[in-house]
């Protein structure tokens, strides 16, 4: 029997950062390819293609798109817009397909801040989402239900000024981060307070002082609950935005074991960032992989049994190979699949950007 193929394009996002731009097809193929694992008809024949001279990510299916299929694909961080491709009389033609909108706060929360280091946005929802349906296929859960969005608790343990936190909250997340750097948490959470009263949100912000056994640190926690309405407000439909001045040494001492579904991070690049192991190490590493070798199996702890890690790092200062032998050590099974294998990127002359994602063993 013959399968009537239906055709699709999807136009690029606009906004990549100039630095990655001429990589961002790329890095689109592989975000469909990992999404469209959860999909009803998996692409096929995703290729880049020119249609009335202009560029397009196309493929094909063996079936028409569903509403959840469509809600997967508006949820990816290079569509811009979605078509499918009609042929009449021998010419292609672009029909419209409406995107579905999930967002749960205004999308402009990550893009609002603009400071020197900061990781692109589109970056990190690419990120988020390689993440997010690599836990929708290990938990097998069903997209058109929704169901897996609402209950997510998502760690980023360099959070930097919250790209990551902001992202994730976007999609309705549960957000949590921590950050060594004092000044930069409050930062972060004056602009959160500032963002939630203009938005009109309801919310209610809270700080808590965190003491280390024997009074050995102190940290403290900046926290949100947030909600659309009143309404929801009232009947339990709150997010959670937290982030932590402090050390990601202690992550085991901030939350219990087991808490998180995700945790997502974009490690120091020697670049424009550095990392410490300790509070009281005055100097930065230009290589993550000190960092990773002391944090690593504290944040294992607190990662759910089926959870799943994303991490972006410059390969420059750690080859890939070496950052899949800690999160092996660690008891993560490293996704090798091909649609893990086309994110690395050169953002500059000495940044090859790479992103790895692993599942927790069980």
């Known amino acids: 029997m013959n399968v009537i193929m239906k055709s699709y394009a ?6 990549h950062n100039r630095v990655y731009f001429k ?13 469209a694992q959860q999909m009803s008809s998996a692409p096929c024949d995703i290729v880049l293609k020119q249609i009335a001279a202009v560029d397009y990510l196309t493929f094909s299916a063996e079936s028409a798109l569903t509403p959840g299929d469509i809600e997967i694909l508006s949820n990816l961080s290079f569509v811009y817009a979605i078509f499918e491709i009609m042929t009449i009389g021998g010419n292609e033609y672009l029909l419209p397909i409406k995107k579905t909108n999930m967002q749960y706060v205004d999308e402009s929360i990550s893009s609002i801040l603009k400071y020197t280091g900061k990781t692109n946005e589109i970056f990190t929802r690419m990120m988020l989402n390689a993440a997010y349906y690599t836990l929708c296929g290990v938990r097998d859960t069903n997209r058109d239900t929704g169901a897996c969005a609402r209950d997510i608790r998502l760690l980023d343990p ?17 957000v949590y981060g921590i950050e060594i750097g004092d000044k930069v948490v409050s930062e972060v959470f004056h602009f959160m307070k500032k963002f939630l009263e203009t938005g009109k949100y309801k919310h209610q912000a809270d700080q808590l002082r965190i003491s280390g056994p024997n009074k050995s640190f102190i940290s403290v926690k900046y926290s949100f609950d947030i909600a659309r309405t009143k309404e929801e407000y009232k009947n339990e439909g709150i997010r959670r935005f937290e982030i932590i001045a402090g050390n990601s040494l202690h992550t085991n001492i901030y939350y219990k074991k087991n808490y998180f579904d995700m945790i997502v991070g974009d490690l120091p690049y020697g670049v424009q960032h550095g990392s410490v192991s300790t509070q009281k190490q005055s100097s930065l590493t230009r290589n993550p992989a000190e960092l990773l070798e002391h944090c690593l199996p504290i944040w294992a702890g607190a990662l ?16 890939r190979t070496d950052i899949e032998r800690l999160l092996v050590k660690n008891d993560f099974i490293i ?9 690395a990127h050169r953002v500059d002359q000495s ?11 069980k």
């Open 10 to 15: 999807i136009l690029l996002n606009p906004g």
């Open 23 to 35: 990589s961002s097809a790329a890095l689109a193929e592989s975000e469909l390819a990992v999404a």
């Open 158 to 174: 360099v959070a930097g000024k919250g790209t990551t936190l902001y992202e994730g909250l976007i999609k309705g997340f549960n």
């Open 304 to 319: 759910k049994p089926d959870g799943v890690i994303a991490l972006s790092w410059n390969t420059n200062v750690l080859p």
């Open 335 to 343: 996704q090798n699949g091909d649609a893990y294998l086309g994110f």
């Open 351 to 361: 940044i090859i950007r790479d992103v790895v994602v692993a599942v927790m063993q």
